[in-house]
């Protein structure tokens, strides 16, 4: 039985959020309306004033991302991600990088778990050799074109039983296994492994790894430390 190893990827991996820059690119490639970008544009400045939460900037662009997607051809979407992630696909902290390097090499299974649309998660973290993928799958019609319905939206809302399903499918074991996240909202996940890795943490997801001994890395600039 393979060790596994679970990635979230926004914040994580990726020095952004792969939904953030996605929704930049359409709207630039004209997918999207221009004004959209009204709609995430305040709540934006408040987090960059540290005025407003992180969490509030975030949903917003995943409204104007739901309102937008419908109607919108997979082509025209492929397209826009492909060349997003030749851009960005470089974009990565080099903690994550060099520990999914290492895993690999020792022959892990790698599992990226993320909010971010299935649709762009599965060339960035191909890339990278992730063996499984999960995300927000988006529904397309008949003509190819996205409905702006997401597909067992409560499956990927709970990462601890994605990972519970993987394990059995893949015949996975837990012993050494390893998770790593940044937000509260991995904390189900987190549990279930028997390393646990907080990786530039938020508040909420620090102090529970304080509580329990989770180790905890910080990458800022060109340092990288425990604390």
Known sequence: MRKVAIFDVDGTIFRSSLLIELVEALIKAEVFPKNARAHYELPYRQWLDREGSYEDYINAVVEVFVKNIKGVFYGDFAEVSKKLIKEKKKMVYRYTRDLIIDLKNKDYFLLAVSQSPKGILDGFCNELGFDKVYGRFYELGPGDEFTGKIIDEHLIMNKAN???????????????????????????????????????????????????????VVERKDVIYEI
């Open 162 to 216: 994605i990972i519970k399903r993987v394990l059995e499918k893949e015949n996975l074991s837990l012993k050494n296994s390893i998770a790593i996240g940044d937000t509260d909202s991995d904390i189900p996940m987190l549990e279930i492994v028997e390393k646990p890795i907080c990786f530039n943490p938020n508040q909420k997801l620090y102090k529970y790894a304080k509580l329990n001994g989770w180790k905890i």
